[in-house]
């Protein structure tokens, strides 16, 4: 007979949220549920984007030193050389190298996709770059920053890299999103807000929200025998991104904040685990799958039209089909 208590106790923790999205919440469920790593990666290629610090570091880390072969995408030459290096070291294997373009640029992101395409197949894709800015600017291609590393960049290699991820039978593509995401409902013209209206905080969640959106989307458009979807958050995670953006939430709620590995452990483990190929485009927390709408107002009357109308926006401003 199966054990209720895990199933209970992750339920109360999930109604709590403080309590469940912090180191707590991870310390829990992890020791109750027995969790142990996913198979190892060897032979498996992973692509991610955002790994030069926090929970992308120690995704990159953690998938290394299972065995993937691992690529991953940085905007600076020297501070890629010196991740690489310690990824290298932190893991103990040798097969880890980097491509250098910022993933809010469209043009550098054709260009990534061509190297990557070239390889083979690519059994994952992780999306983690992130961008929250205190004041609006501008990707190359003249997009708000925030909207083209997360959103727009994301897509383009998704669907550049379609043809290598159904090669491998299926492909993963993991998305890390924000517990910020569950306070905004989507809405396609915010996400080019002006100057003039412009709050980073709110700019990033939308666009969170918009990721989980495009996710329904690409499961719904891909077969899932030939690639997954899914989105995942970490919690509230002890990074730079949030210590720099949000430093008075980092002050207060430091002693509950997951480390990068604990906030990483769901998107390895999706990486990884058979779980993850028998549905496409859920959205998981602590290794389970959640409901994506925590507050009434935030869900749409016409998830179907929302998913069309984002995903032929993206592929406007991409210049993509």
Known sequence: ??????????????????????????????????????????????????????????????????????????????????TAAALARRSHNERIDYLVGDVGDLVAIRRVADIVGQRGPLDVLIHNAGALAATRSLSPQGFETTTAVQLLGPFLLTQLLLPALCGASPGRVLTVSS??????????????????????????????????????????????????????????????????SLPRFHTAARRLLRTPQQGADTLVWLSGTRDALATSGDFWFDRHRRYEHRIPWTRSSDPGRDQVALWDWCVERTKSH
């Open 179 to 244: 517990g910020g995401m569950y306070t905004q409902r989507f809405d396609l013209p915010s996400l080019e807000e002006a100057d003039d209206h412009y709050d980073g905080v709110a700019t990033y969640a939308r666009v969170k929200r918009a990721q989980l959106v495009l996710t329904h989307e690409w499961a719904r458009r891909v077969a899932w025998t030939d690639t997954v979807f899914h989105a995942m958050h970490p919690g509230w995670t002890d990074t730079p991104g949030l210590a720099s």
């Open 1 to 82: 007979m199966t054990n209720p208590l895990p199933l209970v106790v992750d339920k109360v923790l999930e109604a709590t949220v403080g309590l469940s999205f912090s180191r707590v919440g991870y310390a829990t469920r992890s020791r109750l549920e027995s969790w142990i790593d996913p198979p190892s990666l060897a032979g498996r290629r992973v692509l991610i984007t955002g790994a030069t610090s926090g929970i992308g570091f120690a995704a990159a880390a953690h998938l290394a030193s299972l065995g993937a072969t691992l690529t991953f995408v940085a905007r600076d030459e020297a501070r890629a050389q010196t």
